[in-house]
């Protein structure tokens, strides 16, 4: 089966950039989709079709899609961005979820 | 975004089936520009994802999950149900439903969630 593999957690100061990671077998030949969740709240998509993002979503957060790796980079990060971050994929009508990253900002 | 409006129990007992429902506001849901689906989050855990189900009436559905989930949809009541039979303790999670984008391959709007513990 299809696997996606985030790291569980990535630390960043205030004002500096993050990058998570979303690592899976010829990744970049599929669309990935990044989804933001905070703590008792529905996930909310930020990122589309590899680094398309929704309206609303601050320009921030920025994605890319190569080889094996999709990234979703944040840069300036804010108190508000501290969240679960999932990364998804669609394999042969399968919908795959990456296991998540916390994303703490100190 | 649309807001996508769940309902259904939050407790099953053990063998029991758990059925839920997400109602779909206006007309969308017989859009063939949409699919829907369901996922769900055990507690202190990542997502899941269980069935989604096309403007086709094709539906597909996670493999560990198949033999016992059914995700339909019914278009005079603007409505996407899910349901999953024998259920046990490792089916305690919080269950979404979602609209995904045809062709798109990704959800863009998402219930509010529902709390399901099983326990007797």
């Known amino acids: 089966s299809y696997e996606l593999t985030q790291p569980p957690s990535v630390s960043v100061s205030p004002g500096q950039k993050a990058t998570i990671t979303c690592s899976g077998d010829k990744l970049g030949n599929k669309y990935a989709s990044w989804y933001q969740q905070k703590p008792g709240q529905s996930p909310v998509l930020v990122i589309y079709?590899?680094?398309q993002r929704p309206s609303g979503i601050p320009e921030r957060l920025s994605g890319s899609n190569l080889g094996n790796t999709a990234t979703l980079t944040i840069s300036g990060t804010q108190a508000m961005d501290e969240a679960d971050y999932y990364c998804q994929a669609w394999n042969n009508s399968i919908v795959v979820f990456g296991g998540g990253t916390k994303l703490a900002v100190l | 975004q649309l807001q996508l409006q769940q309902s259904g129990p939050g407790l099953v007992t053990p063998s029991e089936t758990l059925p839920l429902t997400c109602t779909v506001p206006g007309s969308s849901i017989s859009s063939d520009s949409y699919y829907w689906g369901w996922i769900r989050q055990p507690p202190g855990k990542g997502l899941e994802w269980i069935g989604s189900i096309y403007y086709s009436g094709n539906a597909y559905y996670n493999p560990s999950l198949k033999r016992r989930v059914t995700v339909s949809v019914d278009t005079s009541k603007n409505q996407l149900s899910l349901t999953l039979t024998s259920v046990t303790s490792a089916d305690t999670a919080v269950y979404f439903c979602?609209?995904?984008?045809?062709?798109?391959?990704?959800?863009?709007?998402w219930g509010q969630g529902t709390q399901v513990t099983v326990s007797s």
């Open positions: 079709k590899d680094s």
């Open positions: 979602a609209r995904g984008i045809a062709a798109a391959y990704y959800f863009d709007s």
